[in-house]
């Protein structure tokens, strides 16, 4: 099979820094696409991945699910897109034809979840190796590397005026936090909004509770830096959890006459869910849980906290559904209806990847953008 040779991000071992390499890329085969990448953020899902807390974790692999590139070349058989198309690479595919793509009630295309869930493309191999050796592909994205292969039901045409190295951030981060107000809360004008957890996914939350009308958006975090950019975008308070002598969800309560009627776990801390549940108002208050929790934890709550109405739920890529929604999401941030550029607070090379996990560890970002 002929192949190309690709720069990448490599991660050998769950904990250690990635490694740039180049890597041998087989060209895409039947149903495939070559994406040459423009931009690339990087998500606190990479960092999970990489911290191998992730029942998924495979290694050696290529991280990476927050990209934008062109087109370089299809695989036998495509057809939706074309040399030269401007592209977002979908780690939550759309097939259009699975029993989850026409049950009207989900995102979650199943149609290659599960080879993708072992770093395989949908034929049961890689298309990335090292001296023959083969190397993972990660959430079927792989956008730590110049160039990536990817299955045609997992990429997104998107207009070619959109600037690639910002709407990479629709791939992942802004789409979820936006999606998941707007599709999965569904929250009206004049509710009230909790958001736990300010980097890129909370933050989007609060974008989208601002558009969604929202009357009070509570941003919380232990890291105060981030409330300037949270009261920017919309949040009309901003509330640290350590700076109470009491539970947060008391405080919220108390400060909401009762709870708010939707709260958001953007952290992937299993007791901050039990938090952002309970906060929510008796009767009626729902919690979405977005962040991303390690293999072995749980949530949990009293069962009456749910018997008196709260209700808990998940979000996965906000409930949009990539090829036939994601566009739309696009046009949105170009029509400004929301901007991109608070949350691109450090841009790099491929090179300097490793800083962008730095920077995120130490709260001092809130997306890095990898520019190749
Ligand atoms: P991030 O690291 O940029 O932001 C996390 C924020 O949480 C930080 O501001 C941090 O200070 C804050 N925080 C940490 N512990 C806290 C605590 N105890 N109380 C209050 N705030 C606390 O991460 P991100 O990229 O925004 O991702 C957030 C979570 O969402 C991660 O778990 C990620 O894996 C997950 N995620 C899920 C989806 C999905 O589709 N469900 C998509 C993207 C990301
Ligand atoms: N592999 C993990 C779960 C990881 C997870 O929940 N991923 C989210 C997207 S996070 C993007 O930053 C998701 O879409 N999940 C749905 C899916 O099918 O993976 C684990 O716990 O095994
Ligand atoms: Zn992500
Ligand atoms: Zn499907």
Redesign the pocket.
Known sequence: MPTIKTKAAVAWKAGEPLSIEELDLELPKKGEVLIRLVATGV???DA?TLSGEDPEGIFPSVLGHEGAGVVEMVGEGVTSVEVGDHVIPLYTPECGECKFCTSGKTNLCQAIRVTQGKGLMPDGTTRFSKNGQPIYHYMGTSTFAEKTVVPEIAVAKIPKEAPLEKVCLLG??VT?GIGAVMNTAKVQKGDTVAV???????LSVIIGARIAGAKEIIA????ED?FDIAKKLGATSCLN?KAYDKTIQDVVVEHTDGGVDFSFE????VD?MRSALECCHKGWGESVI???AGAGKEISTRPFQLVTGRVWRG????GVKGRSQLPEYVQRYMDGEFELDTFITHTMALEGINDAFDL?YE?KS?RSVVSY
Do not use: E, Q, R
């Open positions: 998500c606190h899902t999970f992942c981060g979820t736990f957890g300010l980097g890129g996914i909370g919380i975090d232990i890291n981030k959890p953007c952290i992937g801390n901050v977005i962040g991303v979000s996965a890529f906000g995120m709260g809130i």
